[in-house]
């Protein structure tokens, strides 16, 4: 089992920034992949950003790229999402995520329960 939290998140104005963090814990030797999903109201929940941790890629929303950055301090089990330059569009509920890979490639998710991202015109 692995367990996600996040913080971080608020109301900022159109151009702001804010810093999402999202704390894991529980059974981490088995997760491959963490990363941050978002979901407005009426809409699916679509990927921000993701981070292998074997050294695999980092990938980005189109959306994002060039305005957010996913980073990761292994030794803390702490995942962050910067986000910069926002605009009103990203306004969501954003989740942390974590995905284990074990015997077999049975992979499981894991989600966090979410912070809120408002961000005013």
């Known amino acids: 089992q692995v367990h996600l939290v996040e913080s971080g998140g608020g109301l900022v104005e159109a151009g702001g920034s804010l810093r999402l963090s999202c704390a894991a814990s529980?059974?981490?030797?088995?997760?491959?992949?963490m990363g941050w999903y978002r979901q407005s109201p009426g809409r699916p929940r679509d990927l921000v950003a993701t981070?292998?941790?074997?050294?695999?890629?980092?990938n980005y929303a189109d959306s994002v790229k060039g305005r957010f950055t996913v980073t990761r301090v292994k030794a803390k089990n702490l995942l962050y999402l910067q986000m910069n330059s926002l605009k009103p569009e990203d306004t969501a509920a954003y989740y942390c995520?974590?995905?284990?890979?074990?015997?077999?490639?049975?992979?499981?998710?894991?989600w966090g329960q979410g912070t809120q991202v408002t961000v005013s015109s």
């Open positions: 995520y974590a995905q284990t890979l074990t015997w077999g490639d049975v992979r499981t998710p894991y």
């Open positions: 981070i292998s941790l074997d050294g695999g890629p980092t």
């Open positions: 529980g059974t981490m030797f088995n997760v491959h992949l």
